[in-house]
């Protein structure tokens, strides 16, 4: 019995003698110790504990273009590839483009246009006014038809147009601004204005020049087709005439002219006045479209105009551009017009111009 308290005495010894030795180098224990994980251990890549890149220096000789077969070949560690660059516009001649040959312009061409008013134009959505004009074009034809007729038997020849034929003769023998001259007076002569609702008891109808020439009326748009169909039996080139419907911020109301290319320069004729203008010498004409043998177009908001605005992003029609006196976003009869609006199709027009 003796033995057990001297064996209880040795373990306490050693007991307290491991308690010293714990105490006396700590450093050692924690080193034992389980090292802590941190929860976000998992989302640290290699890429994140890699020293920095250097940064990239630019070149300062010019811009430096790369294709995309070029750039995916380089993230694959693959041979440079070797082919010409293509882009999707281009301000110079020496780089190849995608866009087709008729559209690559120079900066020199992109800094004019041939178009009215020195806007640039693009083809209007179809709608009503595609509708209308693809009708009277139909009409033109038929009075064409009948004017050939006319040219072949003149004892089967209306009064229409015998009398559009005799206009078309005198406008033929003319040349220069006397031929632009000598159409305007003629057909203003001949046809006396009246509104379509005082005539058709409705608004906005078209006719072709033999109607008009018919019953001796007609409104602004009959006199522009009119001149519009005897200037090209004169012998004007289709492309060089425009039917152009505007907004006339005098009187607050919309208008049809014929705009004809005289050269470089554009002449319109007006129902409203003998003379002749040139169109920037109108500035209260708002140019909204204009209609030729190719079909309707828009005019649009000239465009390196917009290229020096930072927030112009799109080409937009010109009646909306900012800035433009009296611009509204409703193209139709003026606010004290009994007439209803024409609702058409174009994005971003309400109303397609209503002329009565």
């Known amino acids: 019995m003796a033995s057990f308290p001297a064996a209880r005495t040795v373990t306490g010894a050693i007991i307290g003698l491991a308690v010293l030795a714990v105490s006396a180098f700590p450093g050692e224990a924690a080193s034992k110790a389980k090292p802590r994980k941190y ?45 010409p660059i293509r882009l999707a516009s281009v301000t110079s001649g020496d780089v190849l483009s995608d866009a087709p040959a008729e559209l690559i312009n120079t900066e020199r061409t992109l800094q004019s246009t041939n178009e009215p008013f020195g806007l640039f134009t693009f083809r209007a ?12 074009k139909a009409d033109i034809d038929a009075d064409l038809r009948q004017v050939e007729n006319c040219k072949a038997n003149s004892a089967d020849c209306s009064d229409a147009a015998r009398r559009f034929l005799l206009i078309a003769d005198e406008v033929r023998t003319r040349s220069g601004a006397a031929r632009i001259e000598t159409a305007n007076r003629l057909i203003n002569t001949a046809i006396r204005y009246m509104s379509d609702l005082a005539q058709h008891a409705t608004i906005d109808v078209w006719s072709g020049p033999l109607a008009s020439l018919g019953t001796g009326r007609g409104d602004c748009e009959d006199y522009a087709i009119a001149k519009y169909v005897v200037l090209r039996e004169a012998g004007v080139p289709e492309q060089d005439l425009r039917v152009l419907l505007v907004r006339d911020r005098n009187v607050r109301e919309d208008h049809a002219v ?20 040139p169109d920037n010498e109108l500035r209260h004409f708002k140019p909204l479209y204009a209609l030729d043998n190719g079909g309707v177009n828009l005019f649009a908001s000239p465009y390196l105009s917009q290229r020096r605005t930072v927030q112009a992003k799109t080409v937009s029609p010109a009646s909306e551009a900012v800035g433009i006196e009296d611009a509204t976003t409703v193209w139709g009869a003026a606010a004290d017009s009994a007439a209803t609006s024409i609702v058409g199709t174009a994005a971003g027009a309400a109303t397609l111009p209503v002329l009565i």
């Open 125 to 136: 959505p179809e709608g009503v006014l595609w509708r209308k004009w693809r009708a009277v």
């Open 39 to 83: 929860i976000f251990d998992d989302l640290v890549t290699p890429s994140m504990m890699a020293p920095p890149s250097p940064p990239i220096r630019v070149p300062t000789d010019g811009a430096r273009f790369f294709s995309i077969n070029s750039v995916l070949a380089k993230l694959d560690g693959k041979p440079k590839v070797d082919e």
């Open 258 to 277: 014929l705009a004809i290319r005289n050269g470089e320069a554009w002449t319109v004729l007006d129902n409203r006045s003998s003379a002749l203008a």
